[in-house]
């Protein structure tokens, strides 16, 4: 049975995206010219997943000439959002209350640390 489609960001995806954001509008050359060196991605990769990102509502497209320019829909704040009310939804019960107990009881967090979170709060 075929995988449903993530409505969030893959691992894949994140990259071209970043790209996007950064340049705010894009073809698919640049795009994959702007991707981190170590993981680069050919052409065909690239427009694939352009195409994926464009079905989701990320991204759209228009023609300029014979090339493909590729503008994002989503803003960074909006795709971070969407990601976190995902994984709120499939491992928290949907309690953000769980999730940061979860990341408290597991991550290294120091005093300094936890005093930058209770003014970003207004806790202190």
Request: glycine share 4%; net charge positive.
């Amino acid at each position: 049975m075929p995988r449903k489609p993530s409505l969030t960001l893959t691992e894949a995806e994140l990259p071209l995206m970043e790209v996007l954001w950064e340049k705010r509008a894009a073809t698919v050359n640049e795009v994959a010219e702007g991707l981190p060196k170590e993981k680069p991605a050919a052409y065909n990769t690239v427009l694939t997943l352009l195409r994926i990102l464009e079905r989701k509502g990320y991204v759209r497209h228009t023609k300029d000439g014979r090339a493909f320019v590729y503008q994002p829909v989503v803003d960074r704040g909006q795709a971070s959002r969407s990601a976190v009310r995902q994984l709120l939804g499939r491992f928290f019960h949907d309690s953000p209350e769980l999730l940061v107990l979860n990341l408290l009881k597991d991550e290294a967090i120091d005093e300094r640390e936890l005093e930058r979170l209770k003014k970003m709060t207004g806790t202190e």
